[in-house]
């Protein structure tokens, strides 16, 4: 028995999952997410092992690990109310930025108001075009935004592009289509680009929107660069959340982009951290990411959820959250917190629908009042705390954003932006219907199924 147990040992599936067990043991994790793992390594080792290898990874076992940010010392704008207090304590106890005033924070849903701010930035351009994004689309509106990106470089701007190898297949498959640009002077990059399956990390996505420009100006939000976020003729166009921002707080997005080029190309960027004060907005950027030791965003998020004391109001296509989330919403609700979740009535995968109805009929149950965007796909990431605290970016309400991706979001303390985001969920909430759940046997095995493995789509 001892030979067969020896000799059992040294089957190839056993060699193969013994060493994948072992690190799955040694990383820290739920308990229930670490059973899932060991259960699927096990009894079938070689898919469980290609599984744990493209998905499992979350801040470690990359292909070459992204250096953590840093940012530059800046002086504190310390905020007045409670939850605010607590919320920046804890951003900035994790080694991010702090809050700083002297900032002017605009926003807009319209995508023809988006398109006119960035073809302005463009334009208006002297010295660099920084851009970064998820999806960057070769359809009209990417073509066009290519043309004058290598108009730009030809007038000497330097102007650099990187994309995201996962969210913009299509063009990374299609490189061919960025030779004007480079041929001009400008440069392209892709983020984990996909050049081995073994090698790439396509699970650590970078889902960030950074669009910079002279290092002094920023356009950020939930927009990719694609005719759906930006063109308001066709009809599929898309509600988003899109600022733009000048003033102390743009040297960090500087930094963000800079540290994100560095490890896409291997080259250092100049940033140039004097800030250039505008306005008088109290603003915080908040990035999270593998690049981060702590899921800041995420504990960020959590914090203010449990310190709110009567509203909240979310906005995001993805609700899909992890459990602590989930729980800290229905214990507000309990505190006789308001809260309202605004989602897209349909979102633009199928399985995403499916994946996040038992999150929402559990939050319908749970008291939350929840409103179904009807005019098309609402693709806006936003959070609204007690009008105390304003949270928008990149990051929806998910597992893989809060979690996995490589996002960015800014806290805005000022009453001003925290009512003009209000404003925008209210002319959102007046196209929307409430939600109506549907509840049948076989709709919850579908929606239990899929809600397994949404959180690594």
Same mark, same amino acid.
């Given at each position: 028995?001892?030979?067969?147990?020896?000799?059992?040992l040294?089957?190839?599936?056993?060699l193969?999952?013994?060493?994948?067990?072992?690190h799955?043991?040694?990383?820290r994790?739920?308990?229930?997410t670490?059973?899932?793992?060991?259960?699927?390594?096990?009894?079938?080792?070689?898919?469980?092992?290609?599984?744990? %290898?493209?998905?499992?990874?979350?801040?470690?076992? !990359?292909?070459?690990?992204?250096p953590?940010?840093?940012?530059?010392?800046?002086?504190?704008?310390?905020p007045?109310?409670?939850?605010?207090?607590?919320v920046?304590?804890?951003?900035?106890?994790?080694?991010?930025?702090?809050?700083?005033?002297?900032?002017?924070?605009?926003?807009?849903i319209?995508?023809?108001m988006?398109?006119?701010?960035?073809?302005?930035?463009?334009?208006?351009a002297?010295?660099?075009i920084?851009?970064e994004?998820?999806? +960057?689309?070769?359809?009209?509106?990417?073509?066009? %935004?290519?043309?004058?990106?290598?108009?730009?470089?030809?007038?000497?701007v330097?102007?650099r592009l990187?994309?995201?190898a996962?969210g913009?297949?299509?063009?990374?498959?299609h *490189?061919?289509? +960025?030779?004007e640009?480079?041929?001009?002077?400008?440069?392209v !990059?892709?983020?984990?680009?996909?050049?081995s399956?073994?090698?790439?990390?396509?699970?650590?996505?970078?889902?960030?929107?950074?669009?910079? +420009?002279?290092?002094? *100006?920023?356009?950020?939000?939930?927009i990719?660069?694609?005719?759906?976020?930006?063109?308001?003729?066709?009809?599929?166009?898309?509600?988003?959340?899109?600022f733009?921002?000048?003033?102390?707080?743009?040297?960090?997005y500087?930094?963000? +982009?800079?540290?994100?080029?560095?490890?896409?190309?291997g080259?250092?960027?100049?940033?140039?951290n004097?800030?250039l004060?505008?306005?008088?907005?109290v603003?915080?950027v908040?990035p999270?990411?593998?690049d981060?030791e702590q899921?800041?965003?995420?504990?960020?998020?959590?914090?203010?959820i449990h310190q709110?004391?009567?509203?909240?109001?979310m906005?995001?296509p993805?609700?899909?959250?992890?459990q602590l989330?989930?729980?800290a919403?229905?214990?507000?609700?309990?505190?006789?917190?308001?809260?309202?979740?605004?989602?897209?009535?349909?979102?633009?995968?199928?399985?995403?629908?499916?994946?996040?109805?038992?999150y929402?009929r559990?939050?319908?149950?749970?008291?939350?009042?929840?409103?179904?965007?009807?005019?098309?796909?609402?693709? !806006?990431?936003?959070?609204v705390?007690?009008r105390?605290?304003?949270?928008?970016?990149?990051?929806?309400l998910?597992?893989?954003?809060?979690?996995?991706?490589?996002e960015?979001?800014?806290?805005c303390?000022?009453?001003?932006?925290?009512?003009? %985001?209000?404003? %925008?969920?209210d !002319?959102?909430d007046?196209?929307?219907?409430?939600?109506?759940?549907?509840?049948?046997?076989?709709?919850?095995?579908?929606?239990?199924?899929?809600?397994?493995?949404?959180?690594?789509?």
């Open positions: 028995m001892m030979f067969d147990l020896v000799y059992g040294f089957e190839p599936d056993m193969l999952a013994l060493p994948v067990a072992l799955v043991l040694y990383h994790r739920p308990t229930q670490l059973i899932i793992w060991l259960l699927l390594v096990m009894l079938m080792p070689w898919v469980g092992a290609l599984l744990y %290898l493209l998905f499992a990874s979350r801040k470690v076992f !990359a292909r070459r690990p992204k953590l940010l840093g940012f530059p010392s800046a002086t504190i704008r310390h007045g109310q409670p939850l605010q207090q607590q920046h304590k804890l951003c900035v106890s994790n080694g991010l930025p702090p809050a700083l005033g002297g900032n002017n924070l605009e926003l807009t319209e995508p023809a988006a398109r006119s701010w960035l073809l302005q930035a463009i334009e208006q002297r010295s660099s920084h851009l994004t998820y999806i +960057f689309r070769l359809d009209a509106t990417g073509k066009e %935004l290519l043309g004058l990106l290598a108009e730009k470089a030809r007038q000497g330097r102007v990187l994309i995201d996962f913009s297949m299509r063009a990374y498959l *490189r061919g289509a +960025f030779s640009l480079i041929e001009a002077g400008g440069e !990059a892709f983020f984990q680009p996909l050049g399956l073994f090698k790439s990390r396509i699970n650590l996505r970078n889902h960030r929107k950074i669009y910079l +420009f002279d290092q002094h *100006r920023i356009i950020a939000g939930g990719n660069l694609g005719a759906e976020y930006l063109d308001p003729d066709i009809a599929e166009t898309w509600a988003d959340m899109t733009r921002l000048q003033g102390a707080v743009v040297p960090m500087a930094q963000i +982009f800079a540290a994100d080029w560095h490890y896409a190309t080259r250092a960027l100049d940033v140039d004097a800030p004060l505008q306005g008088s907005q603003v915080q908040i999270s990411g593998p981060l899921d800041s965003l995420r504990e960020a998020l959590l914090c203010a709110a004391s009567s509203e909240i109001h906005m995001t993805y609700f899909i959250p992890d989330v989930l729980e919403v229905m214990m507000a609700v309990k505190r006789g917190v308001r809260v309202r979740l605004l989602t897209p009535e349909k979102t633009d995968h199928l399985i995403f629908d499916w994946g996040r109805a038992p929402m559990e939050l319908a149950e749970a008291g939350v009042e929840i409103r179904c965007f009807s005019q098309g796909m609402l693709h !806006a990431k936003a959070v705390f007690d105390a605290l304003a949270m928008m970016g990149s990051a929806n998910d597992y893989r954003s809060l979690l996995i991706n490589y960015v979001v800014t806290l303390y000022d009453e001003r932006t925290i009512s003009d %985001l209000l404003a %925008l969920f !002319a959102l007046a196209a929307s219907s409430g939600f109506v759940p549907i509840d049948s046997e076989w709709r919850r095995f579908r929606e239990n199924l899929v809600r397994i493995i949404t959180p690594a789509l």
